[in-house]
């Protein structure tokens, strides 16, 4: 099995498959500090293991999971149980990286807009035509001072 052709939904199927008890991608559960490291000691070979540090990592880096850490109390091992609560130091840690996300996800939506602002007045600038008055022939300019002359 391979991430290659939607990452996200192969690495749902791969670790809801695997641990149905613990892994939901539609509703997650925060797991137990160190779960990764166990779960790739289990991986039979290299492929495997970096199939499931793969699947691993698009789980734990969804808003979603980030969510659920901060709004739950405790953590849950592979096989669904509360294993842990959740410290307020780690629920304020995890908020800071979503702090640290929406912050970057924000400044780059600014940046696009930014730019998209930016590159639509220079189109609008280069696309209007100007008149270059010519008592014989009237003229105009095309983008890149082009001109066509135009006859009467």
Sequence with gaps: MSLKKDPKKESAKILEERWPNLFNYDDPKPV????????LKQAKDQEEKALLRRALGHYFRRIKYTNCV????????????????ITVEEQAYTQNILNKFNKKKKEAKEAKEAKEAKEAKEANVLSLPKLQSNKKTPAIVIKKKRTVQIPN
């Design 32 to 39: 137990i500090v160190g779960l990764t490291g166990f779960i």
């Design 70 to 85: 901060i709004n739950n109390t405790h953590r849950y091992d592979l096989d669904g149980n509360i294993s842990s609560e």
